[in-house]
Each structure stands twice: as structure tokens, then as C-alpha cells.
């Protein structure tokens, strides 16, 4: 952590222990999120908590990540860490703030490359089935898992939306019309099988090694799910397919080993997943192409292998294997 860093960490707890006591004592994450920093703090008992902030201007991810701790919570059999208290806090500046419970164990991600192939597998199917458990909080509309936000009231109508804004920000990043048109035209014929989803479910729309927690040592389970702040209601299987995309990169085999422990059964069904995932790779594409991480030109291309491949007419020619497929 950086004497920045530090400085504003101190400011902030000494502003929590002001109404809650709780004191620094040393744990960092070894990778902080996209939105929100997180730090370790102890309490006055010798508890252990995460005291997660956000910036000003990520509000909505704040209370989006309460809604959906609140309600996975009642799900004794999926492991997410419980709320202490949530506000504002105002040192340096307003800043939204949520004190959870800390839960034992490492990232997966930090932990895949160490363990035995067998244990390794083991997890995968772990990873799809607690998924599959997850999703049995449902919703009535597509969309934010907050009131202001934005929802649509079918499966249809949200994936519809989201191809059109994929393809726009795809096409500013210096997509190919040709194959942003190959996505969009996929989603148009799959139609009938998104529209199999007939009500949207709690996803986590992250749920990848890096916020999926395990046990230490050789034997490692599965003991804790983190950052939730990208959740909203949606199909189930647009969560999956993320987490499937995830381990393709890793496994090959394991992309579908994941889909199996999940239960995956029916052709539309495992229509639509194929959709939500082309539509995730393309998301993918334009991020790297935009910020451009070491190795990018490479990674864009096997992206670019994987999209057209799968939004192939049947019959049709296509190129060389995906790198990942």
C-alpha cells in the first residue's frame, strides 16, 4: 500500500471507530478491485473484517453489492461474507463504505496453478454446481438489482439491448463492422431460445477464480464468494457463461465440465448460453483493445478466432481453432 494510500486507509477507519470499533491491523487483498478498495480491520473483540469503500461516483455499485449480499445471505449453502454495518463515510471525501465479516481462505485464481489436476477439476465442478445454487433468488425484471437503475421485463428485450450497446462500444474501440454485424445477427436468430428464460434470477456477473475463495492446503474447497457489486437479475445462464468463458481460458476441458456441473440440459438452453457468451467475448475484445494490457494484439486475435467461429452459419466455412476454444 502506498504512504497515499495508507494515509487515506487511517482517515477512514479512525472515522468508522468513531461509532464502531475497529482498528488497522495489516491485511490487504493481493489483487484490489475494480471499484472498490478494500482493507483489513479488527475489532475491539478480536474480530476480523473487510472494511470495502467506494468512490463517490460508484454509488449505485455500492448499494448494488448490499442488495445482493442482503439476499444471498439467506442461502445457508452459498458462502458470502455478512454485512456489519454500511454507510458513508467522509474523509478524504463522501465516500460509501460496507463492513463485512472476513472470510478465511485464498483466491482461486492465486491458488489454480498450485494444485493438483484432479483437485483443480474438482473445483470446476464445484464452481458450476455452487452457481447453480445461487440462482434460486429470483426477481420479476431484468436488470438492475437497484430501484433506479435500469430493467427490462423480458430476456428478450435486456439481451437485445445489451447486443446493441456491445456492438456500438465494440465498433468505437475499432471493431469490425463485419463481425459485430456476425454477433448481431446471431442474437436476432436465436431469439426464440432467449426467450426460453422466463424470469431473471440473482447473478453475480463476475463469478471467476479471482472472487470465488478456497480453503489452503492441497485438499482446497470452495469456502467464500466476494464482490458483488456487478450483480443485477438476469438469465442464469449470462452468468454461467461468463464463469464458462473464464475457464475456457485456463481449461478447455473445463468450459465444459463447468456447463455439465451446473445441469445444463436442453437444446435452447445451451443456445442461449452460447449466445451469452459470444456476447461476453465481445465485451472482452473491446476491453483489451481499449486499455491495451501486455499481450493484447494476442489476445484480441484468439478473441476474434473464438467470435467468428461461434457466430458461424452452419454450413458455412470458417477459420483456424480458437486458441481457447
Known amino acids: 500500500m502506498s504512504q497515499t494510500s495508507a494515509r487515506v486507509a487511517q482517515d477512514l477507519v479512525a472515522e468508522l471507530a468513531r461509532s464502531f470499533p475497529v482498528e488497522l491491523d495489516g491485511w490487504v487483498p493481493t489483487v484490489q478491485g475494480a ?41 445457508r449453502d452459498v458462502p458470502v461474507p455478512a454485512v456489519v454495518r454500511n454507510g458513508d463515510l467522509t474523509a478524504p471525501e463522501p465516500a460509501p463504505y460496507v463492513l463485512l465479516d472476513r472470510l478465511p481462505g485464498l483466491r482461486l485464481a492465486d491458488r489454480r496453478t ?10 470446476t465442478v464445484a464452481v458450476g454446481r455452487l452457481l447453480r445454487r445461487m440462482h434460486r433468488v429470483a426477481g420479476e425484471r431484468f436488470g438492475a438489482l437497484v430501484p433506479e437503475g435500469d430493467s427490462w421485463s423480458s430476456a428478450w428485450q435486456r439481451v437485445d439491448a445489451r447486443c446493441d450497446e456491445l456492438v456500438r462500444q465494440d465498433l468505437r474501440a475499432g471493431g469490425s463492422p463485419e463481425l459485430t454485424g456476425r454477433v448481431r445477427d446471431l442474437v436476432n436468430r436465436s431469439r426464440t431460445a432467449m426467450e426460453s428464460c422466463g424470469r431473471p434470477v440473482l447473478c453475480h456477473n463476475d463469478f471467476v477464480d ?31 457463461a461468463r464463469t464458462r468463458l473464464q475457464v475456457r481460458y485456463h481449461d478447455r476441458a473445463g468450459a465444459d465440465l463447468v456447463t455439465r456441473a451446473y445441469g445444463v440440459e436442453g437444446d435452447a438452453h445451451h443456445r442461449r448460453l452460447d449466445v451469452h457468451e459470444v456476447l461476453h467475448a465481445l465485451q472482452e475484445r473491446t476491453w483489451i483493445a481499449t486499455d491495451r494490457p501486455a499481450g493484447w494484439q494476442r489476445s484480441v486475435a484468439a478473441l476474434e478466432t473464438f467470435l467468428r467461429q461461434r457466430t458461424a452459419i452452419p454450413g458455412a466455412a470458417t477459420v483456424g481453432p480458437s486458441p481457447f476454444l
Open 210 to 240: 479471482s472472487n470465488i475463495l478456497v480453503t489452503d492446503g492441497p485438499d482446497a474447497e470452495i469456502c467464500g464468494v466476494v464482490d458483488l457489486e456487478r450483480a443485477s437479475w438476469d438469465d442464469p445462464l449470462c452468468d454461467l
Open 35 to 75: 471499484f472498490g478498495h478494500v482493507i483489513g480491520v479488527r475489532g475491539a473483540d478480536g474480530s476480523r473484517y473487510v472494511l470495502k469503500t467506494y468512490p463517490p461516483k460508484e454509488t449505485a455499485r455500492a448499494a448494488t453489492e448490499l442488495v445482493a449480499l442482503h439476499r444471498l445471505h439467506r442461502l
Open 114 to 123: 498450485v494444485l493438483s489436476r484432479s483437485r483443480s477439476t474438482a473445483l
